[in-house]
């Protein structure tokens, strides 16, 4: 397959699932909260491409909730060639994807994390997955959401639930403090085994990511809640924090690659504490 066809291909779908997305949340809200919309550009002078985020802020169930959609392409810079496979040869790229970060106001509902991505270089590679990040335990939810993500797996490789499972769990962990981030989930990345077989895969984690956060909400929407469970979720807010501005690869990618510094910090929560 002619490799800008697999550009448009992956690129309409990440666009896409933004638009699915919004539509979902806009029924959760009853379609009395509005999303912010912006649009950006890499780079002012040349085209390089940019994307568009949307924040919701201050719903009735989110409070905040942050989806953004990107299509970039251009040079890396010399000291970040070296890390990307492919770029030491030729320093070109080009990449989209969708990430979204959902902070509840009900804080019986877990943080919600997903992104997918389809980067070239001289290679071509998909990465992505999803996280949940609950203030209080319920090992209830827990099963339900690894029970669906195995069987979503399974649906392609029977292997890819451990592989990708174990994978989550050992980057979604902050060494400094010796603590997951959250529940897990699943995390892969330079997965090139075939695209029509990887983008099916990915396209099916969109879907199921859609399906868990609408079904995760609803269960818990109405559940009553007191102000020790707000303060629990704010100092766990402050773990999300700390991992995101110094662990997460996307973070720094975006940072590095010249992307909307606003739409990459949209991963942070709108009110955190630490102890």
């Not at 070296?82 to 009900?106: C, E, L, Q, T």
């Not at 690869?249 to 590095?256: A, V």
């Amino acid at each position: 397959m002619d490799l800008n066809i697999k550009k448009d291909l992956t690129s309409n779908w990440f666009k896409l699932l933004q638009d699915a997305f919004c539509y979902d949340i806009d029924k959760l809200e009853n379609n009395r909260a509005t999303f912010q919309s912006t649009t950006w550009k890499r780079n002012s002078k040349k085209d390089e491409g940019g994307g568009e985020y949307r924040i919701l802020r201050n719903g009735k169930v989110f409070e905040k909730v942050g989806i953004n959609f990107s299509k970039v392409y251009g040079k890396f810079p010399k000291k970040f060639q070296i890390n990307i496979p492919g770029a030491k040869k030729d320093p070109r790229f080009w990449a989209s994807g969708i990430s979204v970060v959902m902070h509840m106001k009900n804080p019986l509902i877990p943080a919600m994390h997903f992104n997918t991505r389809y980067i070239c270089t001289t290679q071509q590679w998909f990465g992505g997955g999803m996280d949940f990040t609950p203030s209080k335990k319920d090992n209830l939810e827990k099963k339900n959401i690894h029970k669906n993500l195995k069987t979503m797996c399974n649906r392609h490789n029977k292997n890819y639930y451990k592989k990708y499972k174990k994978w989550c769990d050992k980057y979604f962990y902050l060494p400094h403090r010796n603590e997951p981030r959250g529940v897990g989930g699943i995390f892969f990345d330079y997965k090139n085994d075939s695209f029509e077989k990887d983008f099916k895969f990915v396209r099916d984690v969109g879907i199921t990511f859609q399906m868990l956060f609408n079904e995760i909400i609803k269960r818990k929407l109405k559940k009553k809640w007191t102000l020790k469970d707000k303060e629990s979720q704010y100092i766990k807010r402050g773990r999300y924090a700390e991992f995101n501005l110094l662990y997460d690869r996307g973070t720094k990618f975006g940072l590095q690659t010249g992307g909307n510094v606003e739409g990459i910090l949209m991963s942070l929560p709108p009110l955190a504490k630490w102890k």
